[in-house]
């Protein structure tokens, strides 16, 4: 499963304290350190309050998560028990599936992403930028460490 990125590679977040959206780079950014550690929490560059690396999903994002799951699980499930059952039908154990693959819930519509946000960087880890929306005030908070600054 994939969510978009805007044109410069930045995936949309959401704040699970303040509930604000913003977006971080996906992956490293070209000029980040090689030595680089990343930190096993990120903060929020809206108010500072942090968090683990998986719990910035936007509504949107979890919605699209479940949707797929229940599209899919089905098949995967009924794919595992095939081989798990496969050369056992001699043995007089044998696997029928109850519906007819690929029936079910639809495949979800992939989430678009707009480039809707503006580019600020922390002046203590400016390979780490994030995008916010333009009518958002500073301070801002570094996303790697949390210090406050403005742009």
């Not at 977040?13 to 980040?32: I, L």
């Not at 090689?34 to 968090?51: H, K, L, T």
């Not at 992403?113 to 580019?119: H, K, T």
């Amino acid at each position: 499963m994939e969510f978009p990125l805007d044109n410069d590679g930045f995936l949309r977040r959401e704040c699970p304290h303040c509930e604000q959206e913003f977006k971080w780079h996906h992956g490293k950014t070209d000029n980040a350190p090689i030595d680089f550690v990343y930190p096993d929490v990120y903060w929020c560059p809206r108010c500072g309050g942090s968090a683990a690396h998986d719990a910035w999903w936007t509504p949107e994002q979890l919605d699209y998560q479940e949707r797929f799951v229940a599209a899919r699980a089905p098949v995967i499930v009924e794919d595992a028990l095939r081989d798990a059952f496969r050369g056992t039908s001699g043995r007089g154990i044998t696997f029928t599936p109850a519906r007819p693959s690929g029936s079910g819930t639809p495949v979800p519509e992939p989430l678009s992403e707009p480039d809707d946000m503006d580019l600020v960087a922390p002046p203590c880890h400016p390979w780490e930028p994030v995008k916010v929306p333009s009518d958002a005030t500073a301070p801002f908070y570094c996303l790697v460490c949390g210090s406050a600054y403005s742009v």
